[in-house]
């Protein structure tokens, strides 16, 4: 009974121990067995570092370029080739290198600067550039394919020439061509003569005065042969003067305006006192003409009422009829008021009317 239990134990260990794999199995030829899985393990790991390599490869040798982009393609530092086109190209994987360099159109703001006018007058000037890369090649050579240089020069480029531009120009100047390009006109008599001396009529010239940006752009040259990148424009968003400036110019301002608006009243005085005195020279005209015309009418008048009076006298039926007629016209003057009795003589041409005598 001992004997089997101690059996059944070594069996069960041995039988472990098989399990656990204590124990090598061969084939029937002798050779060793082998349980395979270690060998394909080391297949898959190598086959997933080839794929791993080819991504890794294959992602560094494309070369995507965007439309405002150029890329600049160097080996070992040196500009192999300036790739312009939109699209997807190749270059040689851990080699060649990459540069990007911006392709729209940029916008630098400038900082505002102090400037002096050919009259001594200090001004601060606020403006900004548009500008863009033209030749990659250039500006990566010259300015290093980055944008803070370009920023840099062109500062210095466009500082030098709005200082050169209204230094030349008075304050007014700079003021008038700030609102942009004008255009004015101006007399221009033609000196030649045709046919006795006979002098030709003038003529207009018109004369355009440049905006300041167009004068500032003129001072800037060279630029896009020098570094490869072309000023497309210089605006200048703010004209201002120094504060200790200000309030002088102001109270300058305000005294020319007063002494403008004074000229103005004087002459409105002046013109308002001609335009009285000739009315008035008017109405006196027309009055006296009119007191001309109205005597000339009573005299008229008067001239037909002698000559009615004198055809009444001439003929005795008229003049009966006229002495008639005074004599009413007499006794209705004397019975104004409240009393209306009249005392007549006998001999009164009014007695003589009610006593049918005339």
Same mark, same amino acid.
Do not use: C, H
């Given at each position: &009974? ?59 040798? &494309?070369?995507?370029? *965007? ?17 312009? *086109? ?34 001594? *007058? ?42 050169? !531009?209204?230094?030349?120009? !008075? ?26 001396? &006979? ?86 005209? &027309? ?53 209306? !009795? ?17």
């Amino acid at each position: &009974m001992i004997y089997n239990q101690n059996q059944s134990n070594q069996t069960n260990q041995a039988n472990m121990n098989f399990d656990n794999g204590m124990y090598e199995r061969y084939n029937s030829n002798g050779t060793k067995k082998g349980s395979g899985k270690g060998k394909k393990t080391y297949i898959g790991f190598v086959v997933l570092f080839i794929v791993f390599a080819l991504i890794i490869v294959g992602s560094n040798s &494309m070369v995507i370029t *965007k439309e405002n982009q150029y890329k600049l393609v160097r080996q070992f530092g040196k500009v192999q080739r300036v790739i312009s *086109k939109s699209g997807l190209s190749f270059k040689v994987p851990f080699i060649e290198t990459v540069d990007v360099v911006p392709k729209e159109l940029l916008l630098y703001d400038l900082p505002a600067s102090d400037v002096i006018t050919s009259d001594k *007058k200090s001004m601060i000037v606020d403006s900004y550039v548009l500008w863009r890369v033209t030749d990659p090649l250039k500006f990566a050579q010259t300015l290093s394919g980055s944008v803070a240089n370009a920023e840099r020069r062109i500062d210095t480029i466009v500082y030098n020439a709005t200082k050169n !531009t209204i230094s030349n120009m !008075t304050q007014d100047e700079v003021i008038v061509s700030r609102d942009g390009k004008m255009t004015i006109t101006v007399d221009q008599t033609d000196t030649d003569v045709v046919n006795n001396d &006979m002098e030709l009529p003038s003529e207009k010239e018109v004369i355009e005065i440049k905006s300041l940006t167009e004068e500032i752009m003129d001072q800037i040259a060279n630029v896009e042969d020098q570094y490869g990148i072309e000023i497309v424009t210089v605006e200048v968003k703010k004209l201002d003067l120094p504060d200790d400036n200000k309030q002088a110019v102001y109270t300058r301002m305000i005294s020319e305006r007063e002494n403008i608006a004074a000229q103005y009243t004087a002459e409105g005085k002046s013109q308002a006192k001609i335009i009285e005195n000739t009315t008035d020279k008017e109405v006196s005209i &027309m009055i006296s003409n009119a007191q001309a015309q109205a005597e000339a009418i009573i005299a008229e008048g008067e001239a037909e009422y002698m000559r009615i009076l004198s055809d009444a006298y001439s003929d005795p039926e008229k003049a009966d009829f006229y002495s008639f007629v005074r004599a009413l016209d007499a006794l209705e003057a004397s019975m104004n008021g409240n009393n209306k !009795t009249v005392i007549l003589s006998d001999d009164s041409p009014i007695a003589q009317i009610f006593n049918g005598q005339y």
